[in-house]
């Protein structure tokens, strides 16, 4: 089992709708947990952190973390056609690693 | 953007061949990663420093050993190439371990035949 896991995709929405992309971990000690976007033939750029129970917002992302459930997961409100890319979930592990999950293609249709 | 510059970016090489990486930073930060990405895989970790010539494996590292003689440069080595090493290698550097501080290089696309 990885210790982070995300479904591959590819998710596709319409433009406006909201996305919901989520993640699971397998480390109960880990602490933080970061989404990450990357364009095609890009490198990954930081978009969320979150190291709470709840949400936390910023601009049209949402992200939720439930540490009993061991599950994080972003939404992206008011979708864009900007915003189709691959979304990466990553958590800090007990050995202090950052690891990542396989990622999500998200695609927004116009 | 994030002082980072990965050193080759494509290289096309043999298999059984000595190849390195360099990732070179501007931003004096103590942390430096190399991972490999793969499609159905994400970022896999290969190695990680903490500091010159301070390294760690990461969830990859068979067949892959690093140096980091500088804090600027963070060298990844593949000792002989093998064709399961065709990726995108990058490198990534941080200041601290929060994670909010975790730059990406541009990447280096490895093809090993």
């Known amino acids: 089992q990885k210790e982070v896991e995300q479904n591959s995709g590819p998710l596709s929405v319409p433009e406006g709708a909201i996305a919901s992309l989520n993640c699971t971990y397998s480390d109960r000690v880990s602490q933080s947990f970061f989404w990450y976007r990357q364009y095609s033939g890009k490198s990954p750029e930081l978009i969320m952190s979150i190291y709470s129970n709840g949400d936390k917002e910023d601009g049209r992302f949402t992200a939720q973390l439930n540490k009993a459930s061991q599950y994080v997961s972003l939404l992206i409100r008011d979708s864009q056609p900007s915003d189709s890319a691959t979304y990466l979930c990553?958590?800090?592990?007990?050995?202090?690693?950052?690891?990542f999950g396989q990622g999500t293609e998200l695609s927004v249709k116009p | 953007d994030a002082g980072i510059t990965q050193s080759p970016r494509h290289k096309v090489t043999e298999t059984g061949t000595p190849v390195t990486l360099r990732c070179h930073q501007t931003?004096?930060?103590?942390?430096m990663y190399w991972y490999r990405q793969d499609p159905g895989h994400g970022l896999r970790l290969i190695h990680y420093?903490?500091?010159?010539?301070?390294?760690d494996k990461g969830e990859v590292s068979d067949g892959y050993s690093v140096s980091r003689s500088k804090t600027e440069d963070f060298l990844l080595t593949l000792e002989s190439a093998t064709s399961s090493q065709t990726s995108v290698y990058f490198c990534?550097?941080?200041?601290?371990?929060?994670?909010?501080?975790?730059?990406f290089g541009e990447g280096s696309w490895l093809t090993v035949v």
């Open positions: 931003e004096n930060h103590r942390y």
């Open positions: 990553a958590s800090y592990n007990q050995g202090g690693k950052l690891i």
């Open positions: 420093s903490y500091g010159v010539k301070d390294t």
């Open positions: 990534a550097i941080s200041e601290d371990r929060s994670g909010n501080t975790i730059y």
